[in-house]
C-alpha cells in the first residue's frame, strides 16, 4: 500500500503535469491568434481585418469588460466575448443555477446548485483559457458590495489600476440598473443597459456615457421615477416568460455594439429595440436630462458642455468598401435599373414605422397593358387590333 508521501508525490506530478498543459494551450492560442490565415482556427475572427473592417482585430485582447449578470443575457453575452478572445472578463452575479434556467443558451443541469459565476467561468474557461476570468459573487445594491463594485470596475482594466473599457448591464430588476448607473456616472465610464420584456418577446440595449447620453436616471420608468418598491409588484404565482431566442437576440445585438466601440468599426447603436412579435427593430438618441436627479450626471453634463466642440465631434473611421480578395481583374456588378421609372403603385407596403429605400421599376410589359387599357378606344376598334395581331 502507497504511503502517504508517494500519494503526496503523485498528486504534484499531476498537477505539474496540468499546468504544462495548460501553459501550452495557452502558448498554442497566442501563436494562432498572431497569424492571419486559412488554416487559423482563428481567422474566421482575423479576417475582419483582412476585409478592411476591423484595422487591428488584435487589439480585442487589450480589452476588459465587465459582465453585471449572467443570467440569459448575461451567460449568452460572457460566452460570446470569449469567443471573440477578449483580454479580460468580469463577471458578477449572486444568483445560483437552477434547472429553470436550463432554457438558456449557456448553462446545463450538471451545474444546478453551483453559483452561476463560477458556472460561467469553468464553461468560459474550457471554452477559450487565455480569457482572463474574474468573478464576483454578491448583490452589487447593498452598500457594502457596491463600494467593492466600484473598486472592481475602477481598477479592473487590462493596465493594473485602470478602469475597464466597458460595462454591461444585463440584470433584470431596476435597483441593480440604478446601482450600476450609479457607480457609471461617478467613474466616468461608458456602459450598455440591456433588457427583455416580463412576457419575453421585446427586449432593448441602450449605450450610455455619462454627460453626452442619457444615463438611466434622466428618463426613469414610473417604477423608478414614483421611488416604488418593485419587490412590492410581485405577483403572486407569476413568473417573468423567458425565450432563449429573445435573450440570444438581445444578447447578439448587445456584444455587436460591444465590438464596435471596443475595435472601433462601424456605427455604435445609442438605443436599438427588437419587437419579436413583429420583428421591428426602433432606434432612437436619447440625451441627458438637464434636471437628473443623479448628481454626478448633472457634473458630467457640465463637463461635456464645456469641452471644445472638435472634442465632442466624434471622427469616424471610413468603412473601406469590401472587394473580394481573388478579384485580380476588377470585375463589378452594376445595377442596370437605376434609369428606369417607378411606380408608387406597385409598391409594398412597409412595416409600422418603416419606409422602403429604394423603390421597385415598373415592369415595362404592364406599362403597355396599363396604357391599352386607359386608352380611349372602341370595342371595333379592339377587335380591329386583336384581330392584325
Known amino acids: 500500500m502507497a504511503n502517504a508521501e508517494d500519494i503526496q508525490r503523485q498528486i504534484e506530478d499531476l498537477q505539474n503535469k496540468l499546468d504544462s498543459l495548460k501553459k501550452n494551450a495557452r502558448q498554442k492560442i497566442d501563436q494562432m491568434s498572431s497569424e492571419v490565415k486559412d488554416t487559423n482556427p482563428y481567422s474566421r475572427l482575423m479576417a475582419l481585418q483582412r476585409m478592411g473592417i476591423v484595422n487591428e482585430y488584435e487589439r480585442i485582447r487589450s480589452k476588459s469588460v465587465a459582465v453585471v449578470g449572467v443570467g440569459g443575457v448575461g451567460s449568452v453575452t460572457a460566452d460570446m466575448l470569449t469567443r471573440c478572445g477578449i483580454g479580460k472578463l468580469i463577471l458578477f452575479d449572486y444568483d445560483k443555477v437552477e434547472l429553470a434556467n436550463m432554457n438558456r443558451l449557456f448553462f446545463t443541469p450538471d451545474q444546478a446548485g453551483l453559483s452561476k459565476v463560477d458556472a460561467a467561468a ?5 471554452i477559450n483559457p487565455d480569457v482572463n476570468i474574474l468573478t464576483n459573487n454578491y448583490n452589487i445594491t447593498t452598500v457594502e458590495s457596491f463600494n467593492h463594485f466600484l473598486d472592481a470596475i475602477r481598477t479592473g482594466g487590462i493596465v493594473e489600476d485602470q478602469p475597464v473599457d466597458l460595462v454591461l448591464s444585463c440584470v433584470d430588476n431596476f435597483e441593480a440598473r440604478m446601482a450600476i448607473n450609479a457607480a457609471c456616472n461617478e467613474l466616468n465610464i461608458n456602459w450598455f443597459e440591456s433588457g427583455v420584456s416580463e412576457n419575453a418577446v421585446s427586449g432593448h440595449i441602450q449605450f450610455i456615457k455619462p454627460g453626452e447620453l442619457a444615463c438611466f436616471a434622466c ?22 416568460a423567458s425565450l432563449p431566442t429573445t435573450m440570444g437576440i438581445v444578447a447578439g445585438m448587445l456584444v455587436q455594439n460591444t465590438l464596435k466601440y471596443l475595435l472601433n468599426f462601424g456605427t455604435v447603436s ?33 463637463e461635456y458642455q464645456a469641452k471644445p466642440k472638435e472634442e465632442k465631434e466624434v471622427e469616424k473611421e471610413e468603412v473601406k468598401e469590401i ?47 396599363s396604357n391599352a387599357v386607359t386608352d380611349d378606344v372602341s370595342l371595333e376598334e379592339l377587335m380591329a387590333q386583336m384581330k392584325s395581331i
Not at 469553468?122 to 474550457?126: D, S, V
Not at 419579436?276 to 432612437?284: C, N, R, S, V, Y
Not at 463589378?332 to 437605376?338: F, M, N, Q
Not at 429605400?357 to 410589359?365: L, Y
Open 122 to 126: 469553468k464553461t468560459l474557461t474550457f
Open 219 to 240: 428618463a426613469p420608468p414610473l417604477v423608478v421615477a414614483e421611488n416604488i418598491d418593485e419587490k412590492t409588484l410581485k405577483r403572486e404565482g407569476v413568473c417573468a
Open 270 to 302: 445609442n438605443y436599438l429595440g427588437y419587437n419579436a412579435l413583429i420583428d421591428f427593430f426602433p432606434k432612437m438618441d436619447l440625451r441627458p436630462n438637464p434636471q437628473c436627479d443623479d448628481s454626478y450626471c448633472r457634473q458630467r453634463q457640465i
Open 323 to 369: 472587394v473580394h480578395e481573388d478579384n485580380e481583374w476588377g470585375i463589378e456588378l452594376v445595377s442596370e435599373d437605376d434609369n428606369l421609372p417607378v411606380s408608387s403603385s406597385t409598391q409594398q407596403a412597409p412595416g409600422s414605422g418603416l419606409k422602403l429605400a429604394f423603390e421597385r421599376p415598373v415592369d415595362s410589359e404592364q406599362t403597355t397593358a
